[in-house]
């Protein structure tokens, strides 16, 4: 048998180790660090992103559709092939950058995203064919494979146009893109709806369509919304805004599936996992109204030229959404212990930090000043999450040895 608690307890620790890297560059503009800024920038997002999200994601999926079959040992060979290409990432970008030892670790990594894609697919039990929690699983590695585009254009356009080409912009924000709102989101919302297919809370056939296209549509149509940096047509504008609009669509058709269900989610969920899915969505639904926002060619060009509005956003996303659902879930799956105390602080350097992110953006866009101790309370707010992630993996190898 497959020990999904360790697995859990690895991802977890690439999460302490990318918050670790994340003080590393808080502190930077502090105390003097003989870093290269850059490096520790790819090796941060890199290990955060595939170490963390990634690898808990796909431990979810693993334990939901396909613990019960008999494929363990391959799951167990795709898990450690990953674990390569992730030590190989956390040994080079923080000394090399982009260079030939981490680009082939990198590479690695998207053959061993191939390889759990084809076995998910390929061993998924007939059982779970026709439900919805499946199909939004199914679209979630769809757009896992999709992203993967933009890191392989990248070698391309390095070699023809260069690192200065709007193209390889292009690229980058193609690969977060899907990334973030195809493969997490989706990833997430599976989950989501496996939890409440297995309490037998299910969606009418047409409601489902209309929250699965909306979305779906809606990712798609949105990643207009990353071109908007090169001033293009106006058709982008209203591309990007479509996709931006029906995905608040889709968010208002869960809502009112859940409001309708209140009863049944309150006996489902215990206070505390209540009290995380309420803010779980109070954060998804002004990151799809920033979203929204963003279409507009005065908050685009706002984003662009500052670019702590799309840092806050991004950390608003992977920080907010993605890892407080992952805790969620995970907890509620028993595959981590969440401790009240830990979450807490977590929320708090959480919000510590967007809000100085934000308000730093604020201050350039008014070219106002900031105050004098800024970087310093940035950086310790910082240290307040990496040591919420600490008490984390320090309680789940407390439940580990009395397991």
Known sequence: MINLKKHTKIALVYFVLAALLGCVLRFFRVLDIPITYKYIVHAHSHIALLGWVYLALTSLLYKLYLSKSEVHKKYNNIFWFTQLTLIGMLLTFPFQ???VFSIIF???FLIASYWFSWFFFKNVPVEYKMTQSLQCAKAAIVY???SSVGPWA???IMNTLGGDSIWYRLAIYFYLH???NGWMIMALLAVFLYILEKQQIVWTQSNFKRLFWGLNLGIIFSFFLSTLFSHPSVVYYVFGGVGAVLQLYAFYVLWIFLLD?????ERLF?????????TIGVLWGFKMILQTLSAMPYFADLAVTYLDFT???LHWTFLGVVTMSLFLFLDYFKLLQLGKKSFSLYILGFALTEALIFYKAIVAWQSTTLFSAYYLILAVASLLVLLALLGLLLSREKNVSQS
Request: proline share 0%; glycine share 10%.
């Open 270 to 278: 215990s206070t505390f996992h209540q009290n995380i899915l309420k």
């Open 154 to 156: 990248l070698g391309a």
């Open 106 to 108: 990198s590479t690695l």
């Open 97 to 99: 950058g982009y260079a």
């Open 261 to 265: 269900v209140k009863l049944k989610l």
């Open 144 to 146: 896992l494979l999709i």
């Open 178 to 180: 899907f990334f973030y």
């Open 311 to 313: 840092i806050g956003y």
